[in-house]
């Protein structure tokens, strides 16, 4: 049992967390004897529950809501990608501590790479990015979108100070917009995100999509459903779409070889698994 490498996800709560079936599923295919495993905690107990990672056995694990912020100020030695979104979500025991980093902004970018490739072509670039919302999310895919080299990202927000706050942490190549004034004419994006909740557990869109370019690619980070409303219309309007899925599955890879030494790979087989886990069919 002693080389058996144990991961967890901690969060409050933490029973929706489909982190056990990705990395579960690398284990098994990479045929490593370790454990990933589901370890819920209230925010009051973080900081007790990190201090006891070594004893308890891990190596390291995932942080998710509504630990990532509080779990930055914990770690020794955050990296670039933490400070920057100021939250980790991917933790390990390493030289000088307890180690972190933030994934999110990775698994934006290697899922577009993987599922759109020449989504950042300098034209893309220079015509820029729309972003809808303004909180954690949002924030990794700004820096994402900063670190390809995007000289024009317009955060639109329906709270203006959110999305303001956010310009003035990542600088001049970003702008904020009131959400309604995010219309097609003002605004000729080669790309937009949405990072707010609409679409989740109703049926309505951040954005009507009417009037956009039909090259504008659409991308969701919503994953439950999958099909939102906002790729509904993409798709009938014949813009290229990329659903949330995909940021899921990437943004787990390092961490994944961080603690058990091999990179795994994103596969179609992964993929079915997750949507058959979210009842979609594939
Ligand atoms: P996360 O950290 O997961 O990104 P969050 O910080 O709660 O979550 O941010 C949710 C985003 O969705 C915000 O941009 C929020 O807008 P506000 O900043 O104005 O709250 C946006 N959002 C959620 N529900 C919304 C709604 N019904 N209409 C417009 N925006 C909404």
Redesign the pocket.
């Known amino acids: 049992m002693a080389d058996v490498k144990r991961a967890f996800v901690t969060g409050w709560p933490v029973d929706h967390s489909r982190s056990p079936l990705i990395h579960n599923y690398w284990l098994k295919k990479n045929g490593i004897s370790g454990e990933y495993l589901k370890r819920p905690c209230a925010p009051q107990g973080l900081q007790q529950f990190l201090s006891d990672l070594e004893s308890e056995g891990f190596v390291g694990g995932n942080v998710t809501?509504p630990h990532k912020e509080a779990a930055f100020g914990l770690i020794d030695q955050p990296c670039r990608a933490a400070r920057a979104l100021q939250a980790v979500n991917t933790i390990w025991l390493g030289e000088g501590g307890l180690r972190g980093t933030n994934t999110d902004g990775y698994g934006f970018l290697a899922n577009l790479d993987d599922r759109h490739p020449g989504w950042d072509c300098e034209d893309n670039r220079v015509r820029g990015a729309l972003v809808?919302?303004?909180?954690?999310?949002?924030?990794a895919v700004i820096y994402s979108l900063v670190e390809r080299g995007f000289s024009n990202v317009i955060i639109a927000?329906?709270?203006l100070a959110?999305a303001e706050a956010l310009v003035e942490h990542f600088g001049a190549t970003c702008q904020a917009i009131d959400?309604v004034e995010a219309v097609p004419g003002n605004l000729a994006p080669a790309f937009i995100i949405n990072?707010?909740?609409?679409g989740m557990n109703d049926r309505?869109k951040?954005l009507n999509l009417e009037g956009f370019s039909a090259t504008t690619i659409v991308h969701d980070i919503v994953y439950t459903p999958l099909m939102t409303p906002l790729l509904s219309q993409a798709k009938q309007l014949g813009m290229p779409i990329v659903d949330g899925l995909g940021m899921l599955l990437h943004q787990a890879v390092p961490g994944f070889e961080k603690w058990f030494g091999i990179r795994p790979v994103v596969d179609e087989t992964l993929r079915k698994i997750l949507l058959d886990d979210l009842g979609e069919a594939s």
Request: charged share 20%; glycine share 16%.
């Open positions: 809501v809808l919302g303004a909180g954690g999310a949002s924030r927000n329906r709270t959110r959400i990072t707010t909740s609409i309505k951040p």
